[in-house]
């Protein structure tokens, strides 16, 4: 009963009722719902759209290119991109606590995100992805009285910006949000991504983060990737069309910087590690590890110490969630 090109027509008329002639501005992170909001408000609005994408240096291989191509190249909206690797890297520098590199990651984003948008002096809104879920998740927090993690999004922009607030997908689940994406014309890979944590690599880099793991991490993590992708998963009827990406809720590779002695030629390699993981999960608060098959474990080991020079033994993450959480920090 939820016919899209009415729902589109609908949110199209509603957004541009809501914000008139004014500008927004959006944070596009890559993820699927800031990019949904995306592509929907310059649907509506085209133009008074300005989309700004911080790029921290810790974002996956070819992320920063494929975000622009998308976007500028491809549907033509406003997109600003900004390289802040070195501001993230520096204040990064010398840090190893978990919850302190949140911390700073989610700082540093909101200062480039405010010198950013100070300078697109018209903009009068400030548009988020904010879907369903989150505004019930945020409604309760307070009541469970803890944080496990202090978590960090493109969502969690502070009131002094002085803003007001378009959030177009406020009242869809994930799955809808999904499939507004792929009307919109957004991507089906794109739109059907797992999820990616707001601080990025930075809680994938297990202690201090560096520009070298970060660069390691990434290349490791495109080959688990590419493979989950390529390997279709054997089913008992044998019509084999879902692969491994698409059959697992979450998966990536995590860098941890310890060094451990290998062999290669004639040679003794004395290299880091690279953890596997890959869970099954409905709603992401627990979660079992991913019986992905030996050959594909295999297969990504061999090529991440062929190809990843810096990296000479793989291991794959056993733990359910609880007692591990699915992030490694
Ligand atoms: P954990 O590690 O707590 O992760 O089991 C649960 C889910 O949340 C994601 N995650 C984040 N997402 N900002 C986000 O937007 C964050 O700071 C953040 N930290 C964890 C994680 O990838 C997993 O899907």
Aim: glycine share 10%; charged share 25%; proline share 4%.
């Amino acid at each position: 009963d939820w016919n899209m090109p009415d729902y589109i027509a609908e949110a199209v008329a509603s957004i541009r009722a809501q914000v008139g002639d004014d500008e927004v501005i959006l944070g596009l992170s890559g993820g699927v719902d800031s990019s949904v909001a995306a592509a929907l408000i310059h649907r509506a609005i085209g133009d008074k759209l300005t989309c700004v994408f911080v790029d921290h240096g810790l974002l996956r291989l070819d992320e920063g290119k494929m975000v622009m191509d998308m976007f500028s190249k491809n549907l033509g909206v406003k997109v600003i991109q900004i390289n802040a690797e070195d501001q993230f890297m520096g204040h990064l520098a010398g840090v190893t606590d978990p919850e302190a590199k949140r911390k700073i990651i989610g700082r540093e984003f909101v200062e480039v995100f405010q010198v950013e948008s100070a300078k697109l002096s018209n903009a009068k809104w400030l548009a988020q992805g904010t879907i369903y879920p989150d505004v019930i998740e945020s409604a309760g927090k307070g009541k469970k009285g803890h944080t496990i993690k202090s978590h960090h999004n493109v969502g969690g922009l502070p009131d002094t910006l002085n803003l007001k607030l378009l959030e177009p997908l406020r009242e869809l689940f994930k799955d809808e949000v999904r499939k507004l994406g792929v009307a919109l014309g957004l991507p089906h890979g794109m739109v059907y991504r797992h999820p990616f944590p707001g601080p990025g690599l930075g809680v994938r880099i297990l202690g201090e983060v560096k520009k070298e793991f970060a660069d390691l991490l990434r290349r490791a993590d495109a080959i688990f990737i590419e493979e989950l992708r390529n390997t279709l998963v054997e089913t008992a009827a044998g019509d084999g069309k879902l692969n491994w990406y698409d059959a697992t809720s979450q998966a990536f590779a995590v860098f941890l910087p310890v060094k451990s002695v290998g062999v290669m030629g004639d040679g003794r390699t004395y290299e880091y590690v690279v953890a596997l993981r890959a869970v099954q999960t409905l709603d992401f608060m627990t979660a079992q590890w991913a019986h992905l098959p030996h050959e594909l474990l295999g297969k990504v080991s061999n090529r991440i110490i062929n190809e990843v020079r810096g990296i000479n033994r793989v291991v794959y993450d056993i733990s359910g969630k609880p007692p591990a959480t699915i992030e490694w920090e």
